[in-house]
């Protein structure tokens, strides 16, 4: 009898949610009329949208108790500096690759060249048309900074909680004896809201189903043989980017990539079937210190990596920009796809909770470098655009991942964590 391990039974139940959604997904599709279709599909993503409620429920306090108590445990200022220093380091050089390697791969295929524009249906594009008009770098500077820490929260505005969590932090350790107290409570309640997330994590296999199920009977499976070459590019350029960031992680980590790979494949399914990085944030965080990352490492860098290193939604952002300005015929010559470029690592932060981040970024890109193209060119990528965000999602994890053990590593945090009984 074959005997799996405890932590991977989790990834079993999932992959087989998955399998049965996509199952139940077509037959719907098949079978039902298109009434029956959307009554199916908002049924069956409550399943989803409970989850990922639950989920959405705890990242916030996760972030501020356990950011708060991981500054506050360094007890030196600079140790602050010197981390966000080193993480800000590794993220933009993998936001850089990433979108550099998402330009090269897509003028290399071009899978835009001779794509029908007929049909295309521009309504499905109002809602990524709307979070447009709020897109701009003067609105994400005065976006990072919050005007109600309550509000953030509520919002779930990670990286306005990170700002109001790094002055809290640096505030509670100027108290140094008399703060301890504070610091052991704040410790003591993000210990019992990772303990929530085991009990949430229970539950995944329903929202994955729900996922699938939905998009599946709402699209079917055939819409994939539309887009098969547009999709199936962008996954080379995922696996390339995989192979770079595995290959830097190894160069870093050694022998020790390896077991970093099988803590977080439960966080890696999770993302790829609900299409939600933010899915998997607490147990990520869970699993990273499980690794061996201490905790006020993984507090201070993961929630900066969820706004500043999404490696998966950069490289498709320049590749999605490329394909329409292919599709609608516009050429863009090496200068302008370099500006576009600078454009999406500015543009692209710090709206990792918006749905859809990185079609928002996409459509704004695409009207200042590509005026001619209409606003719901959008709606082109749309139909296939879940089947794309579940790679890149997975992507995103992997990324954030690594993100936290290589400073770990530089920051001589990383500790070797034997298991006390079998998995």
Same mark, same amino acid.
């Given at each position: 009898?074959?005997?799996i391990p405890?932590?991977?039974?989790?990834?079993?139940?999932?992959?087989?949610?998955?399998?049965?959604g996509v199952?139940?997904?077509?037959w719907v599709?098949?079978?039902?009329g298109?009434?029956?279709?959307?009554?199916?599909?908002?049924q069956?993503?409550?399943?989803?949208?409970i989850?990922?409620?639950?989920?959405?429920?705890?990242?916030a306090?996760?972030?501020?108790?356990?950011?708060?108590?991981g500054?506050?445990?360094?007890g030196?200022?600079?140790?602050? /500096?010197?981390?966000?220093?080193k993480?800000?380091?590794?993220?933009?050089?993998?936001?850089?690759?990433?979108l550099?390697?998402?330009m090269v791969?897509?003028?290399?295929?071009?899978?835009?060249? /001779?794509?029908s524009?007929?049909?295309?249906?521009?309504?499905?594009a109002?809602?990524?048309?709307?979070?447009?008009?709020?897109?701009?770098?003067?609105?994400?500077?005065?976006?990072?900074?919050p005007?109600?820490?309550?509000?953030?929260?509520?919002?779930n505005?990670?990286?306005?909680?990170?700002?109001?969590?790094?002055?809290? /932090?640096?505030a509670l350790?100027?108290?140094?004896?008399?703060?301890?107290p504070?610091?052991?409570?704040?410790?003591?309640?993000g210990h019992?809201?990772l303990?929530?997330?085991g009990?949430?994590?229970q539950?995944?296999?329903?929202g994955?189903?729900?996922?699938?199920a939905?998009?599946?009977a709402?699209?079917?499976?055939?819409v994939?043989?539309?887009y098969?070459?547009?999709i199936?590019?962008f996954?080379?350029?995922?696996?390339?980017?995989w192979?770079?960031?595995?290959?830097v992680?190894?160069?870093?980590?050694?022998?020790?990539?390896?077991?970093?790979l099988?803590?977080?494949?439960?966080p890696?399914?999770?993302?790829?079937?609900?299409?939600?990085?933010?899915?998997?944030?607490?147990?990520?965080?869970?699993?990273?210190?499980?690794?061996?990352?201490?905790?006020?490492?993984?507090?201070?860098?993961?929630?900066?990596?969820?706004?500043?290193?999404?490696? /998966?939604?950069?490289?498709?952002m320049t590749f999605?920009?490329?394909f329409?300005?292919?599709?609608?015929?516009?050429?863009l010559?090496f200068?302008?796809?370099?500006?576009?470029l600078?454009?999406?690592?500015?543009t692209?932060?710090?709206?990792a909770?918006?749905?859809?981040?990185?079609?928002?970024?996409?459509?704004?890109?695409c009207?200042?470098?590509?005026?001619t193209i209409?606003?719901?060119?959008?709606?082109?990528?749309?139909?296939?655009?879940?089947?794309?965000?579940?790679?890149?999602?997975?992507?995103?994890?992997?990324?954030?991942?690594?993100?936290?053990?290589?400073v770990?590593k530089?920051?001589?945090?990383?500790?070797?964590?034997?298991?006390t009984?079998?998995?």
């Amino acid at each position: 009898m074959i005997r799996i391990p405890k932590r991977h039974r989790l990834t079993l139940f999932i992959l087989l949610a998955m399998v049965l959604g996509v199952a139940v997904g077509e037959w719907v599709h098949q079978t039902a009329g298109a009434k029956e279709l959307k009554e199916f599909a908002g049924q069956i993503k409550l399943l989803t949208t409970i989850f990922m409620r639950l989920v959405q429920m705890i990242i916030a306090p996760l972030v501020f108790f356990t950011l708060v108590a991981g500054i506050a445990k360094m007890g030196d200022l600079r140790a602050v /500096g010197r981390i966000g220093g080193k993480s800000m380091l590794w993220f933009v050089s993998a936001s850089l690759v990433s979108l550099l390697l998402g330009m090269v791969l897509v003028n290399f295929f071009q899978p835009g060249v /001779g794509v029908s524009l007929a049909d295309i249906d521009s309504s499905s594009a109002k809602e990524v048309l709307d979070k447009t008009q709020h897109l701009g770098l003067a609105k994400f500077i005065e976006h990072v900074f919050p005007k109600s820490i309550t509000e953030a929260m509520a919002n779930n505005e990670v990286l306005q909680v990170v700002v109001f969590s790094l002055f809290f /932090g640096i505030a509670l350790t100027a108290f140094g004896e008399k703060g301890k107290p504070v610091v052991q409570l704040f410790d003591l309640v993000g210990h019992v809201i990772l303990k929530m997330v085991g009990y949430i994590m229970q539950i995944a296999p329903l929202g994955v189903f729900g996922a699938m199920a939905s998009v599946i009977a709402l699209k079917g499976v055939g819409v994939l043989k539309v887009y098969l070459y547009y999709i199936g590019t962008f996954y080379v350029g995922l696996a390339l980017l995989w192979i770079i960031l595995l290959a830097v992680g190894y160069l870093i980590l050694r022998q020790r990539l390896k077991t970093m790979l099988g803590r977080i494949l439960n966080p890696l399914v999770i993302a790829f079937s609900t299409t939600s990085s933010e899915a998997v944030f607490p147990k990520l965080t869970e699993e990273m210190e499980r690794f061996g990352c201490r905790p006020n490492i993984v507090s201070f860098v993961l929630p900066l990596g969820y706004s500043f290193n999404l490696d /998966g939604s950069m490289m498709y952002m320049t590749f999605a920009s490329i394909f329409l300005a292919q599709a609608y015929g516009v050429h863009l010559d090496f200068q302008t796809q370099l500006g576009m470029l600078f454009m999406l690592m500015l543009t692209s932060k710090g709206i990792a909770g918006v749905p859809r981040a990185s079609l928002v970024v996409v459509t704004a890109t695409c009207a200042v470098f590509m005026p001619t193209i209409p606003a719901e060119a959008i709606a082109l990528i749309l139909p296939v655009d879940h089947f794309c965000d579940m790679g890149r999602s997975m992507t995103n994890v992997l990324g954030n991942a690594l993100a936290t053990s290589a400073v770990s590593k530089w920051e001589g945090a990383l500790e070797h964590v034997p298991h006390t009984k079998p998995e």
